[in-house]
């Protein structure tokens, strides 16, 4: 079976740092671009960054609103993707999804998601 | 930049009834690269259509999606009591995704 299973999520204070993971399970990782997407409480879906699978290449991409502060990262022998948050501000909270998405861009399993909260 | 608008925001229909729901570009896309996710409360989305109109796996057919250019539609034929949820369109362009800002179809 094909999983998603995000972690890390926490109450952290703004301009702090934290770094949520996604394990994955049921298929082969280093064949898949990944995705973070975000949801603040009550809102909508918000794409936040993507990261192109390794046989494709190394392409990385990031929303306006984080870029320059969060990183994604990928550890295809622990199966792993990463979302390094720096400068955290109060907009950022928000649960977090990892989402695989297919070449044609289309995110086709998701994670449960973990919730970030910036606050003081 | 692509900006999504979908019409409209609320939809109240019964049970049984069609739901006709409305994602509009603000310039031409290709279709490949246009889907559409359903959300319910407390869960992540669920992939339903992908470019445009091929319905992804385990999907029932009663869910099917049309459309070219600027305008895509997603139509639920009849509605079931599980389909009452929020349902995005969500578009890829040159490093980036895009989501609409939602849908919700509630029960009348």
């Known amino acids: 079976e094909v999983q998603l299973v995000e972690s890390g999520g926490v109450l952290v204070q703004p301009g702090g740092s934290l770094r949520l993971s996604c394990e994955a399970s049921?298929?082969?990782?280093?064949?898949?671009?990944m995705n973070w997407v975000r949801q603040a409480p009550g809102k909508g879906l918000e794409w936040v960054s993507y990261?192109?699978?390794?046989?494709?290449?190394?392409?990385?991409y990031y929303a306006d609103s984080v870029k320059g502060r969060f990183t994604i990262s990928r550890d295809n022998v622990n199966d792993s993707l990463y979302l390094q948050m720096n400068s955290l501000r109060a907009e950022d909270t928000a649960v977090y999804y990892c989402?695989?998405?297919?070449?044609?861009?289309?995110?086709?399993?998701w994670g449960q998601g973990t919730l970030v909260t910036v606050s003081s | 930049e692509i900006v999504l608008t979908q019409s409209p925001g609320t939809l109240s229909l019964s049970p049984g009834e069609r739901a006709t729901l409305s994602c509009r570009a603000s310039q031409s896309v290709s279709s490949s690269s246009l889907a559409w996710y359903q959300q319910k409360p407390g869960q992540a989305p669920r992939l339903l259509i992908y470019?445009?109109?091929s319905r992804a796996t385990g999907i029932p057919d009663r869910f099917s999606g049309s459309g070219s250019g600027t305008d895509f539609t997603l139509t639920i034929s009849r509605l079931e009591p599980e389909d009452f949820a929020l349902y995005y369109c969500q578009h890829y362009g040159t490093s980036r995704f895009t989501f609409g800002p939602g849908t919700k179809v509630d029960i009348k």
């Open positions: 049921g298929f082969d990782l280093k064949s898949y671009s």
């Open positions: 989402a695989r998405s297919r070449p044609t861009a289309y995110f086709d399993c």
């Open positions: 990261i192109s699978s390794t046989i494709t290449g190394s392409n990385i």
């Open positions: 470019g445009a109109s």
